[in-house]
């Protein structure tokens, strides 16, 4: 298929993400942000995001005069045949999605677009945006598409270039095609549909999603409280070809930057539509419940009393983004534990492998170190909390001689017991018994 000229609104991970691989796919890519400073650094291919891959496909589409950046979003979709809304859409008031700068932005482009260009949806959005966005750019010669990114962080690329799936909604079959065509040569399958349909299927997904991870979290109290291992069980069941392996995996919760702001966004559109869907409740309470009572395990071992304080208790934590691979802090579960620690009293240190250089202000919540057996300075406890390999390898002697208790609560499951037994430390993993539980 011929190049096409793509211009992309927004460079964030998904945007930066889709600029870039459309342009390694030969399209001819413009990418607009508001911020100045941002777009200098990009067009010297100096990409701030931390997502393998991405600063060199950046720099080889920049070599390659096939991707270009700009401030100005009017002169980026001026000559534009397709253009990609890939803007924030995060928790708003009531867990509402929150459109601001969706809405924004399609009110900037309305009277510059070219005549037959298509306008695609890649940002997360509520069912009916597609029609909100056609009604707001109020262009009978403009189509508006759906097309939800499916990218996880730390693999962005790579799942951009090697889909799953690619879901295109369109009540304008031509123009599907003429969006379907930027993906030539992508062996994935594609699923035409309604716009409705492709909006939904996105949240649908990442409720799937969140719903196993809470079901794992419960499964692994169960196993706990019978002696059972959660990760023998979790393999028994992963194995069914109906349940799969994948978000099974126990751990403090979940959380990034899709999950929680997703959920929320969908309970809150049925709700409003009159739908009850307790299992979506569920899955959230569930989420919140488990943090919760991790935290009280913490207190439990570090002997606070009756009512759980740990007011005056230092506690390290080892790992603050959502998972490994990613800077990214954006409604971490790691993060939300130090927050009911706080709220109970602990004094927090934090070290993660990823906040060394770029290191945000934490300060209200926690003193954030570079240095991993400084963080243990004085500690009752270690919390390990994002999966984060390099942690396996840390001198967990040294940091033993550094706290002042001898426990370390794995809720990643990443630590080998018996060389922290070495060291003189006592493991806590999630989904094992502390010892075999008896039944009647």
């Known amino acids: 298929m011929p190049a096409r000229r793509v211009a992309v609104i927004g460079t964030g991970y998904v945007g930066l993400t889709t600029g870039a691989c459309l342009a390694s796919l030969g399209h001819c890519v413009v990418c607009a942000d508001a911020d100045p400073h941002k777009v200098e650094r990009l067009r010297e291919a100096r990409v701030d995001i931390l997502e393998p891959g991405l600063p060199e496909t950046v720099r080889d589409a920049l070599d390659a005069d096939l991707l270009d950046f700009t401030g100005d979003t009017a002169a980026a979709v001026a000559e534009a045949e397709v253009v990609f809304l ?49 009604a707001l750019l109020g262009r009978d010669d403009v189509a508006v598409v759906s097309n939800p990114e499916f990218l996880r962080e730390g693999r962005a690329v790579q799942d951009f270039l090697h889909p799953d799936r690619i879901v295109i909604g369109a009540a304008d079959r031509e123009a599907a095609r003429r969006v379907a065509d930027l993906y030539a040569g992508l062996d994935a399958p594609l699923v035409l549909t309604d716009p409705a349909s492709a909006e939904l299927t996105k949240y649908a997904a990442n409720f799937y999603l969140a719903m196993k991870l809470s079901f794992a979290n419960n499964l692994a109290t169960v196993c706990e409280r019978f002696g059972a291992d959660i990760d023998d069980v979790t393999e028994g069941i992963g194995r069914d070809p109906r349940i799969g392996s994948a978000f099974l995996r126990p751990g403090p919760g979940w959380g990034g930057s899709c999950l929680p702001k997703d959920t929320h966004a969908l309970l809150t559109v049925c709700e409003l539509a009159g739908v009850d869907f307790p299992l979506l409740r569920a899955t959230i309470e569930t989420n919140v419940a488990h943090q919760r009572q991790l935290v009280d395990r913490v207190a439990a071992s570090c002997g606070s009393g009756a009512d759980g304080s740990l007011r005056g208790v230092r506690l390290a934590l080892y790992g603050l983004t959502f998972k ?22 602990a004094e927090l240190t934090a070290y993660d492998p990823a906040l060394r250089e770029e290191r945000p202000d934490l300060s209200d919540l926690l003193d954030l170190v570079d240095d991993p057996v400084r963080a243990a300075e004085g500690a009752a406890a270690c919390l390990v909390l994002t999966e984060w390999p390099e942690l396996r390898d840390l001198d967990w002697a040294a940091i033993a001689a550094r706290m002042s208790g001898r426990e370390v609560h794995d809720f990643r499951d990443l630590l080998d017991a018996d060389r922290l037994a070495r060291a003189g430390l006592r493991r806590h993993g999630i989904g094992r018994a502390e010892a075999p539980a008896r039944v009647a």
Do not use: H, W, Y
């Open 324 to 345: 490994a691979g990613t800077s990214d802090l954006r409604d971490s579960p790691a993060l939300s534990v130090a927050r009911l620690l706080r709220e109970r009293g």
């Open 86 to 134: 890939c803007l924030p859409t995060p928790m708003g008031a009531g867990g509402a999605a929150d459109l601001a700068a969706v809405e924004a932005v399609a009110a900037q482009i309305r009277d510059v677009l070219p005549p037959g260009c298509v306008v695609v949806n890649k940002s997360t959005v509520p069912v009916g945006t597609s029609e909100r966005v056609a």
